[in-house]
């Protein structure tokens, strides 16, 4: 094995407590994310040590542990203990459950700064959640953060989502956008849609709101689905066709 992804083996296993664990298998991916920076990242599935195969339906066993590390960065974008079962020794726990402490905890693993890289959105028994924002304003596509924990106060999940950009990626401007100012968008994001209705068999015409981001000087839009999709891609503009009909039909099956 690669001495420098021994190291990071070694260094999960100690920041996680893993010693009760052993290392079934490792992969490598690579993606691009939505500025097109290429991130290659190191998977982990540790099997607790008791256990020496995977379930008869080929999912990982009860406690698993499955840990991604951002190789470039060496932060962790996600630890994840199956069925919230942990045997982790001298892991992380939060003691007291304490929220502050927590977030701090996040701030050290994440490298970003809580009410300006991202706020608590939503808290609930063993989960905190949070959410994008700059400086206390929310973004979109929004990235998030979840962490939860057992009554011990031991972590059981952990991950990051999203790219949380640094305050030189954003254009700061004073807000000046009014209603008034969109007023004449609104008639133009008005369309008419056909609701299917399963129980009466028919459509049903319906009027929506289609939703956009409008620019602060209001002399611009962005298409909201492009917005959302944080999946770098390739426009081709170019049209697909065959030779022959598609006659194949599908039949629909209920399914667990």
């Not at 420098?4 to 920041?15: C, G």
């Not at 290659?40 to 406690?63: A, H, I, R």
């Not at 596509?141 to 030189?168: A, C, D, M, R, Y």
């Not at 959302?228 to 039949?251: A, G, H, M, Q």
């Amino acid at each position: 094995m690669d001495s420098r992804i021994q190291e990071l083996i070694d260094f999960a296993r100690t920041k996680f407590g893993l010693e009760n664990y052993h290392l079934e298998r490792h992969s490598l991916s690579r993606n691009v994310h939505i500025f097109n920076d290429t991130i290659y990242t190191l998977c982990m599935e540790w099997f607790p040590n008791q256990v020496t195969e995977q379930e008869e339906d080929g999912s990982n066993p009860e406690g698993t542990a499955i840990i991604e590390i951002n190789l470039t960065t060496r932060k962790f974008e996600s630890a994840i203990f199956v069925m919230g079962k942990t045997y982790a020794k001298d892991g992380v726990t939060f003691a007291n459950l304490d929220t502050k402490k927590i977030i701090k905890w996040i701030e050290r693993e994440t490298g970003l700064t809580y009410r300006k890289q991202f706020q608590l959105h939503k808290k609930s028994e063993g989960e905190l959640q949070f959410k994008e924002c700059f400086e206390g304003v929310a973004v979109s596509p929004s990235g998030f953060i979840e962490v939860k924990f057992n009554q011990e106060g031991k972590l059981t999940s952990f991950s990051v989502h999203g790219q949380f950009p640094s305050k030189e990626m954003v254009k700061e401007e004073t807000y000046t956008l009014s209603l008034e100012a969109v007023e004449h968008l609104t008639k133009e994001q008005l369309k008419l849609l056909e609701f299917p209705s399963y129980e009466q068999k028919k459509l049903f015409p319906v009027y929506a709101v289609e939703e956009i981001y409008v620019t602060n000087d209001g002399t611009s839009t962005i298409p909201f689905e492009v917005i959302v999709d944080v999946r770098s891609y390739l426009k081709i503009d170019k049209t697909i066709d065959w030779d022959e009909p598609i006659n194949e039909r599908f039949e629909r099956k209920e399914i667990s």
